[in-house]
């Protein structure tokens, strides 16, 4: 009978470990992972006043790259362009979860990382980036 209550004590105590790392889990692997920016994306298309615009049957490309640092650089192209072959553009950036700013000249733009895409829409123009 000694026995008995030995190995139920012991089990109890078991149960009452486990039932306490289960409770100091940590609550960061249940929520679901955000995806950084950091890196290179382009322009796959956009909206400018309700019509929708193909970059490449524009021939226009543009790449961003979000940088470590809260940089980042974008490079469009264009046959489109009379004065120069490329336009450049440089800022900051910062994310919090899905909500992305992107900064130039003291001005904000808003944008949202959704399903591998990121938005930036200020009203009147829509442009939606995927990573390279």
Same mark, same amino acid.
Request: charge should be negative.
């Given at each position: =009978? ?8 012991? !089990?109890? &105590?078991?149960?009452?470990?486990? +039932?306490? *790392? ?41 790449? =961003? ?8 650089? !974008?490079? &469009?192209?264009?046959?489109?362009? +009379?004065? *120069? ?41 829509? =442009? ?5």
């Amino acid at each position: =009978m000694k026995k008995m209550n030995r190995v139920i004590a012991v !089990l109890a &105590a078991m149960i009452m470990v486990l +039932t306490l *790392a289960a409770g100091c889990g940590n609550n960061a692997a249940d929520e679901p992972k955000v995806e950084s920016v950091v890196g290179k994306w382009s322009v796959v298309s956009a909206t400018l006043q309700s019509e929708e615009l193909d970059p490449k049957t524009l021939g226009l490309a543009i790449a =961003m790259e979000f940088k470590d640092d809260g940089s980042f650089d !974008l490079v &469009a192209t264009s046959s489109m362009f +009379t004065d *120069a072959e490329e336009q450049n553009l440089s800022g900051t950036w910062t994310q919090d979860g899905d909500n992305v700013t992107v900064t130039v000249n003291d001005e904000p733009l808003d944008g949202k990382l959704d399903d591998g895409k990121l938005t930036f829409s200020d009203g009147n123009t829509n =442009m939606v980036l995927e990573r390279d």
